[in-house]
């Protein structure tokens, strides 16, 4: 069965080709048109993703979008089914006018729409309009690696919903309660994220960087405590009376209520004090706690093992580090794409094995789905930009031994990862070993804020030695963070972030042996298994996507070499 699943008008659009229960091409649409988290409709990802399968769009059985409209029919909207502008308003209009006839219109939640278009020689254009957070159940389970678990979808909001709790067993889902809005973590952080001078729904990740720069137990805690009230069911409730991200004819996500109560906010250009990283501190404490209260209830109701996340809200890799030491769960899986890019991948997947009931799960043991470039390839775009290069006859050993005379290298290698970070094949790549590493790079390539942390990327074997984690656990997609043992920081100061904990990647030699290679060569030189891993990208910008993308932000900024499959080009 081939299935093209696509993120269509959220977050980072998507789309994503799944046959027979395995992907085989993903892309996000910000990657072919170099517009950061573009929420455009993924034509080009959807060209991709069909050339790369080998087929043509009416050899598709079915699409699958991460959005389902239906849910709106609850109520009547005689703005839009009152008035058409082109007949083909009858699509929404006749169903809207058809549920005010149901007795019971407000009880209708449709998990799905589905609409088939007939087209010429007898085949169709079918399409499932599947729930938000049902997609999200779908990127969580059906890509991991248990065959019965716990599932928790956390984020903004979906069509209603912010919140899902759910059972996974083989090949289907039940959902055993919901959240909807306005009560939303997901907002939450996002209105501590815009008070805090950063883009909402964008910047989440800069606010829990900062949080590390401040104790817990500080005197901001309590007044943000006593805005969640945590609910016998494994419910919250927020105090709506200090948010308003969810009323939308008014500008900005909090009230005069919040910073009557916390004190001013801090302006997009103004310079950080205690009080913001206190600030954030509290926050995401109070997130924490509120995210183990619903997992606490959700292992009480299934008294399951495993438990696997996916929603914005498990992004926040610092939280997903701690789950297993914060709640009874004893293994958390967190996919490489649990934000809105892997609605595709995950409505997909929920189609393939929920609604059709097919079996053949495909565990996601790397993130490689998107485009990759042959050396002849590669060397034509450098002749054409007139670049000097040589061609290495090792490049994992050659390019080990620059990294150990602490040079700065864009490293450009095979397909391109699926997801918000780079595993090793679009990465900007440093020596861990040199404190003034992470400086440098913010300074000089990056153009981003002080106090982000880089990632360390670590021989999967050598992990335990390095970080304080349990054998046997590994972190493939950089999607958890776990404290740097005290005896190796000083080490690898370069990825050591301010409370002595490092968003890791772990490295095996099957899913991408050429990285493997390289950090297995910098080993043999420097005795560190580990090498500073960040995106290959500009900020602003989305992650390099061809040669010609990866050559542009070379020249444009402070990289000292630039690594193209097997070429080698220098400053």
């Known amino acids: ?11 980072i659009t998507s789309a994503a080709i799944v046959v027979d229960g395995a992907v085989v091409a993903a892309c996000p649409e910000e990657r072919l048109t170099r517009e950061k988290q573009s929420r455009a409709f993924p034509e080009r990802a959807i060209r991709y993703c069909l050339d790369q399968a080998g087929l043509a769009l ?5 699409v699958v979008n991460g959005y389902n409209p239906a849910v709106h029919l609850q109520k009547y909207n005689p703005i839009f089914s009152g008035n058409r502008r082109f007949r083909s308003d009858y699509l929404y209009s006749v169903q809207d006018h058809l549920f005010r006839i149901l007795p019971d219109r407000e009880a209708q939640e449709p998990e799905y729409l589905h609409q088939v278009v007939p087209l010429a020689g007898g085949k169709k254009l079918e399409t499932y309009y599947l729930t938000h ?10 890509m991991s690696p248990y065959e019965e678990a716990a599932i928790l979808t956390a984020d903004g909001r979906g069509e209603h919903d912010t919140v899902v709790f759910a059972v996974g067993r083989g090949n289907s889902i039940e959902v055993l309660q919901r959240i909807s809005i306005p009560q939303s973590l997901g907002s939450f952080y996002s209105t501590f994220t815009d008070f805090l001078g950063f883009k909402p729904d964008s910047d989440e990740w800069k606010v829990m960087a900062l949080s590390s720069y401040a104790p817990w137990d500080n005197p901001y805690y309590k007044s943000i405590k006593n805005l969640v009230t945590l609910k016998d069911d494994g419910r919250f409730e927020l105090d709506l009376t200090c948010f308003k991200g969810f009323v939308h004819e008014t ?4 009230s005069r209520k919040l910073v009557d109560l916390i004190g001013p906010p801090r302006g997009r250009d103004d310079a950080y004090e205690g009080r913001h990283y206190e600030i954030a501190s509290a926050m995401q404490r109070v997130t924490e706690e509120t995210l183990s209260h619903m997992l606490s209830w959700l292992h009480r109701k299934t008294g399951l093992d495993n438990v696997c996340l996916s929603g914005g809200m498990f992004m926040n890799s610092v939280y997903n580090g701690r789950v297993t030491r914060q709640t009874p769960f004893r293994n958390a899986f967190v996919s490489s794409c649990p934000d809105d890019s892997g609605l595709s991948i995950g409505g997909a997947l929920y189609v393939h094995h929920q609604l059709f009931g097919n079996s053949g799960r495909q565990v996601q043991t790397h ?3 998107g485009p990759e470039f042959t050396n002849d390839e590669i060397e034509a775009t450098l002749k054409q930009h007139k670049v000097s290069y040589r061609r290495s006859d090792d490049v994992a050993a050659e390019v080990a031994g620059i990294l150990d005379q602490g040079k700065l290298v864009g490293w450009f290698q095979g ?5 918000q970070r780079a595993l090793g094949n679009r990465s900007i790549i440093a020596d861990p070993r040199r404190a003034e590493m992470k400086d440098k790079i913010n300074a000089a390539v990056k153009f981003r804020e002080a106090f982000r942390p880089f990632a360390p990327s670590i021989l999967e074997e050598r992990t335990t030695e390095f970080f304080e984690i349990d054998p046997g656990v590994t972190v493939p997609f950089m999607e958890k963070v776990f404290p740097i043992r005290p005896e190796k920081r000083a080490m690898i100061p370069a990825v050591t972030h301010e409370d002595g904990s490092g968003r890791l990647q772990t490295v ?6 050429r990285y493997y290679r390289l950090i297995e060569n910098f080993e043999r030189l420097t005795g560190v298994p580990v090498i500073l891993n960040t995106s290959f990208n500009l900020n602003g910008e989305p992650v390099v996507c061809s040669p010609s993308d990866a050559l542009r932000t070379f020249i444009s900024c402070g990289l000292d070499v630039l690594v193209l499959g097997d070429f080698i080009v220098a400053k």
């Open 1 to 11: 069965m081939k299935i093209l699943g696509i993120n269509h008008d959220m977050y």
């Open 58 to 62: 009416d050899d598709i059985d079915c």
């Open 133 to 142: 957070h049902l997609c999200h159940a779908g990127n969580a389970f059906f």
């Open 251 to 254: 500008p900005g996500m909090y």
């Open 367 to 369: 993130n490689y789905y």
């Open 415 to 419: 397909k391109m990862e699926f997801g």
């Open 508 to 513: 095996s030699r099957e899913t991408n042996p």
